[in-house]
């Protein structure tokens, strides 16, 4: 393993050439459409189970196991049915933040004290209008915590699908790289996904920060 | 309507919560009879459980009446919230995502009421509960008195009629509830709104009302309706009356038979 100093100099020279950016913005691109469609595709199917508690009591045991899922071993059948482009990399990255999100947000909604949907009744509203001024405000909080997870699996899927079975992006550069016993490109490369999923992983941390203080009571 | 002509009329209210998974049905409530007077401050006490949250329900228009029917200003309740009905909950019902401000706001924006209309009502609302100086405060910061007070002016700024309150000093301390009673007090004689408040606090229920409703043990029917003779300008101070000591002593007359009931004691020692 190479030092740390030598990861920075190393990841700097990458950058500077760029000789990876074609690579690193691919990922960036499949990672950011599995992390948006997983967010919204999550959030919906957790609304849904939540306001249909019978289909919910028959998948709640699926989610208690998913994640001992090898959700790699379909990778061949996505890429039988959806050929060797993107597709099957972003179904990775997406089947393994959409649960995070699903659980997250049945999580917010679980946790929304009955008396402030009794006061929608109050003010007469709706249900499109309840969920939207009432329970998704009161279960913010517990679905950005989703919204991170989602980060971090996103990045996992891709990433680890491309180490396993692609032609470009980061993580088939890591694949190649170790491959071919470059440290000086496998290390640096590594260190990028780390400041990269650190980096998001703050910005949200302090809106979140934020939302949960003001709850805080003192 | 004029004071003191029927703004609710309750006639054979009754409710029944259907058995869940093969148990038998609960009769909650009733059935029960009374009529407010418009204006009118009724105090309802009773046992735990006695169905004093169910008959708020069904005056609300948030459950329905299995049997009976109820009458707000001469239309029928049932299963729907009134306009002109303002309810403040037992638990903390403020919204933590919103500044004290955007809570008292919420109701009138909701109903799409113009900006300048909502500027007024929740600044007067602000003044009247005291809570100028907390505008931009969120809940969470404020003690569970303050959030309450939060509570009642979301629910003052909608100028109902007919205000009901359940617990609503519940969760407060005994010297707190008594101050927090002179302001609802105080909020009354200005709103000159009907007011109906469920309480388990007997000095509570005696200091604030012109008539206590004293409900049996589960179905809540009235046993007895007290009318106290206070004037309509009292505040705390009457607690030390001695017909306060006469009215709560009646009350928990009424109340620790019924209570005894709900606890199972009330047969005799084998």
Known sequence: MIPPSEMVTALAGILASGRMSAAILRTLRIVGIALVASIIVGFVLGALLHALPRIRRTVDPLFATYYAIPIYAFYPLFIVLFGLGDVPILIIGFLLAVVAMIISTLNGFDRIPPVLLKTARMYRMRRVRTALRIMMPCAAPYIFTGVKLAVAYSFIGVIGAEFIMSGSGMGYEIAFAYSNFDNQIMYPLIMLVLVLVTIINMVLHSWEKILFERRRRR | ?270
């Not at chain 2, 509570?151 to 909608?158: D, E, G, K, Q």
């Not at chain 2, 009901?164 to 002179?182: K, N, Y």
Request: net charge negative; hydrophobic share 40%; glycine share 10%.
């Open chain 2, 1 to 270: 309507m004029a004071k003191g002509e029927a703004h609710v009329t309750l006639q054979g209210v009754t409710r029944v919560y259907p058995g869940v998974a093969g148990q038998r049905p609960v009769h909650a409530l009733g059935p029960l009879d009374l009529e407010l007077a418009t204006g009118e401050f009724f105090s309802v006490v009773g046992p735990s459980g006695c169905g004093k949250s169910t008959l708020l329900d069904v005056l609300a228009g948030l459950a329905s009446v299995t049997d009976g029917a109820i009458r707000f200003e001469g239309v029928p309740i049932h299963g729907r919230v009134p306009d002109g009905i303002g309810v403040v909950f037992q638990e903390d019902a403020s919204f933590p995502w919103l500044t004290v401000e955007d809570n008292i706001a919420f109701g009138l924006r909701q109903s799409g009421v113009e900006a300048g209309e909502v500027r007024r009502r929740v600044d007067h609302a602000l003044s009247l509960t005291g809570l100028k100086d907390f505008v931009r405060a969120y809940p969470a910061q404020l003690s569970g008195g303050m959030r309450q007070r939060v509570c009642i002016a979301r629910t003052l700024v909608l100028e109902p009629r007919l205000i009901l309150l359940d617990e609503p000093f519940g969760s407060l301390d005994q010297q707190t509830r008594l101050l927090m009673g002179d302001e609802l007090l105080r909020l009354w004689r200005e709103t000159e709104s009907t007011v109906l408040i469920i309480t388990h606090a007997l000095d509570e229920a005696a200091m604030l009302a012109d008539r206590i409703g004293v409900m049996s043990a589960r179905p809540g029917r009235f046993l007895e309706i007290i009318e106290t003779g206070w004037p309509r300008d009292r505040d705390s101070r009457i607690v030390a009356r001695p017909e306060f000591g006469k009215i709560t002593g009646r009350l928990w007359s009424h109340l620790r038979v019924e209570s005894l009931k709900t606890l199972g004691q009330d047969r005799p020692p084998l």
